[in-house]
């Protein structure tokens, strides 16, 4: 086999192995504008996943948001969103069942 089909399935298979919020993380950081800022992002988010304590609830939003998440749209409002980087307003809690509710009684978005 030439090295690039090798790599090129060396960067498959191991893409595989890969939680969903890492994936995600990785999604992000192909979003920089610049080679060094990418690989500076993809180093941290390597570091991170080893640190951070992630649930499988975090696992099942961020591989949602890997489908939906397009950094070309990071930052509008909707591509914040199916990033994972929109806020909720006070109230919400995208952890209760029923995503909580506005202070006027609304339903959160």
Known sequence: MKPVFVSLALVVLSAGCK???RQLSERL???QQSSFD????????????????????DNEACAALVQECDCRLV????????????????G???????????PDGGPCP
């Open 29 to 31: 950081c192909e979003c």
């Open 19 to 21: 939680s969903p919020c």
């Open 38 to 57: 990418r690989n500076t992002c993809l180093q941290r988010a390597a570091s991170a996943e080893g640190v951070a304590s992630v649930t499988a609830a």
């Open 92 to 102: 919400c809690d995208a952890d209760r069942p029923d995503g909580g509710s506005l």
């Open 75 to 90: 930052d509008t409002p909707e591509g914040k969103k199916k990033c994972g980087f929109a806020r909720l307003p006070d």
